[in-house]
């Protein structure tokens, strides 16, 4: 019988030279006259372990890593195909502390399954929400969806259930479902995971969505720097084909590559470019729900979002609302990143403390120096000083404080950041990726630079009109790009005062 | 020049076939840059014809987005992460190497923001194929040297 091995083929394991340990393990199984299974999975989100080679074996999977092509036929001296004992044996996956203190629901078979096989993704509990919903009608499922609680995992947290009731709504001959895949914000890489890892599972959530709202057109928009992601994905539409494409629902997706514009991950710029222009953002209303692709209406979620939606009918819609805490229910797939320790995906309830995860799970910086700053939410995300690592993580917690968690990426910087350096980079980008639409955002951006550089050199006055300024941008602009680059300046600012003076 | 009429054709083949899609310029561009490594000047009234849109549209998109260019890139291109989750472990110091070592080289230096290798950056990306983690200066120079030496 042969003896199946997963080695991950997502890009950050491919990043650490997985594709080696791969070869590798093919060739000296052929050398050894060894018949093996090689899956090449998704990544169970533990980057300091990567490539993380598992071993299927009677008591379950054996983890061993980080592997280097160069530990390959040791590890075979050692019979790790038979869970042998190795220097790298970390023990059984499951068992892992990092894992087992998780509560993964929308991840839970990224790095478990082959992203290759519909029948594996079955067999693992996938496609049951498609088929319960198939049985409903659509202002059943809309509803489903509203009790479970579940809101917009792409950082704004709207309602999805009062999204898809707007769109059920609104009459009209063609709609839309549209997954934005735009995931742009640094230290954020939930959404890649789980297109490389688990594809099959967003195309099912989209498809349920279609169900809900009447549209049998899907796209999903996916960054041009995700080319792993785009091929996995597109692997998986080809594997579905048969699946979503007949009986009642039939369901289309197409994949549609952005091409490195930032601002593209703002829904109604998304829009614009998907329809072949310039991606630069509208003004709302009126709102994607009721003119939003080519004109119709749209249902725009992000890919944990759609994630999220089979579980709801497999698992019952109170599997959200069950847990959690405040308005904030379920769980959020953070991302540890940046000079971390332990750095990688963290699905967990709203709840946790910011320490917790940076501590409990991310061990600490990479660098061994203490941690001053995390950046909470990429780009336009609020830098957090140690004094509130205290606030709990959910999307009321983290208002009150004058921040976001936005798409729960966490990125760690130890004693050595220069806070006014980081405020001045935000404004930068701000400059390099403002559509132009408005004034505040094409013009502000700049002048902030400048501002800020004139606060460096020593002009103290201007911190005045720095915040004069972000004001103007924070009130001004018409979207989020412009009116959340205060959050990083203006947190700077104020938790890091000397780094200013 | 002797290759124009068979970029010509490229082009043609592409937006004949792409023209009817929903929305077709950004996959006609993309198709057409991934075939010939850019987006060549004479590739804009072909497609403005096709799509029915004026050149001037066709330009504006073409040099709105990073991703396109308007003439042919290096022998490779190398992508270095400039966003925060790199900059925390020493991603701007990266890239400053690498604009120090790339000067005067036949290869492509372009920075990007974010390729979602941010629990092991610092990142960079070689003709989007090739993902490398935790790049130091030499682990950069190592790379470039084995690029260098192969045609």
């Known amino acids: 019988m042969s003896i199946t091995i997963y080695v991950p083929a997502d890009a950050a394991a491919l990043a650490l030279g997985a594709d080696a340990v791969a070869a590798a393990i093919t060739r000296e199984a052929a050398r050894r006259g060894m018949d093996i299974r090689l899956v090449r999975n998704g990544s169970r989100g533990m980057f300091w372990l990567e490539p993380l080679v598992e071993v299927a074996t009677a008591r379950g999977r ?23 004992v190795h220097p790298l044996l970390l ?49 059943e499922i809309v509803s489903a969806v509203t ?133 630069i953002v509208r003004a709302k209303p009126p709102l994607p729900a009721i003119s939003g692709l080519f004109g119709q209406p749209t249902v725009i979620n992000n890919v944990i979002t759609f994630a999220s939606v089979p579980d709801i ?20 797939p ?65 208002a009150a404080i004058g921040a976001g968690l936005g798409h729960g990426g966490i990125v760690a910087f130890d004693d050595t950041v220069d806070m006014a350096k980081q405020a001045r980079y935000a404004m930068k980008f701000c400059a390099i990726e403002s559509c132009g639409k408005c004034t505040p955002c094409r013009i502000g951006s700049t002048r902030g630079v400048e501002v800020i550089d004139r606060i460096g050199a020593g002009q103290a006055g201007q911190i005045a009109l720095l915040r004069e300024l972000c004001d103007t941008m924070t009130h001004g602009s018409l979207c989020a790009m412009g009116s959340m680059t205060p959050y990083p300046v203006l947190s700077a600012l104020n938790h890091f005062p000397e780094d200013f003076a | 020049m002797e290759n124009l009429p068979a970029i010509e054709r490229t082009i043609e083949a592409i937006v004949a076939a792409k023209q009817s899609l929903p929305g077709a310029l950004l996959p006609i561009l993309h198709e057409i840059q991934d075939g010939l490594g850019y987006i060549p000047s004479e590739s804009v009234p072909r497609i403005a014809k096709a799509l ?37 472990v020493g991603g701007e110091a990266l890239a400053e190497h690498a604009r120090l070592r790339l000067q005067g080289s036949d290869l492509t230096l372009e920075p990007v923001y974010c390729l979602g290798l941010c629990a092991c950056g610092p990142a960079l990306q070689i003709d989007e194929t090739t993902l490398h983690a935790r790049v130091t200066p030499q682990k950069f120079d190592a790379l470039v040297d084995a690029l260098e030496v192969d045609p």
């Open chain 1, 147 to 279: 009790a479970s609680g579940l809101r917009g995992r792409g950082g704004a947290a709207f309602p999805t259930g009062i999204k898809w009731k707007t769109v059920l709504d609104t009459a009209a001959s063609q709609k839309y479902i549209v997954c934005n895949a735009d995931e742009g914000d640094s230290g954020t890489f939930s959404d890649r995971l789980l297109m490389e890892g688990d594809p099959f599972q967003l195309l099912e959530g989209m498809a349920i969505a279609g169900l809900a709202v009447g549209a049998t057109q899907g796209y999903i928009y996916v960054r041009s720097e995700y080319p792993h992601a785009i091929e996995a994905l597109n692997r998986a539409i080809e594997g579905a084909r048969d699946w979503l494409g007949n009986g009642p629902g039939k369901f289309t997706i197409e994949v549609r590559k952005g091409a490195g514009s930032y601002v593209c991950g703002e829904e109604t710029a998304m829009l614009e470019s998907i329809e072949g222009r310039r991606g």
């Open chain 1, 62 to 84: 054996m983890a061993y890593g980080p592997v280097a092509a160069g530990d390959v036929c040791g590890l075979f001296d050692a019979d790790f195909a038979g869970g042998g």
């Open chain 2, 52 to 88: 029915n849109l004026s050149r001037a549209e066709v330009h504006g998109v073409i040099t709105y987005y990073q991703h396109f260019r308007q003439i042919p890139p290096g022998r490779h291109v190398l992508r270095v992460c400039c966003a925060e989750a790199c900059q925390a």
């Open chain 1, 313 to 332: 009918f497999a698992q019952g819609a109170d599997i959200y609302s069950g847990m959690g805490c405040n308005r904030s229910r379920g769980t959020l």
């Open chain 1, 91 to 139: 023990g059984f996956t499951e068992d892992l502390s990092w894992l087992r203190q998780q509560r993964r629901l929308a991840c839970r078979r990224i790095g478990v399954i082959d992203p290759r096989s519909l029948a594996d993704y079955k067999a693992h509990g996938g496609g049951e929400g498609l088929r319960r919903s198939r049985s409903l009608a659509p202002a």
């Open chain 1, 334 to 398: 953070f991302q540890l990143a940046g000079n971390i320790r332990f750095g990688g995906l963290v699905e967990v309830p709203f709840g946790l403390k910011l320490r917790d995860l940076l501590y409990d799970f991310g061990g600490g910086s990479r660098s061994g120096r203490p941690l001053r700053a995390v950046q909470v939410g990429g780009p336009l995300g609020a830098y957090l000083p140690e004094s509130q690592f205290n606030t709990v993580l959910d999307y009321e917690a983290f």
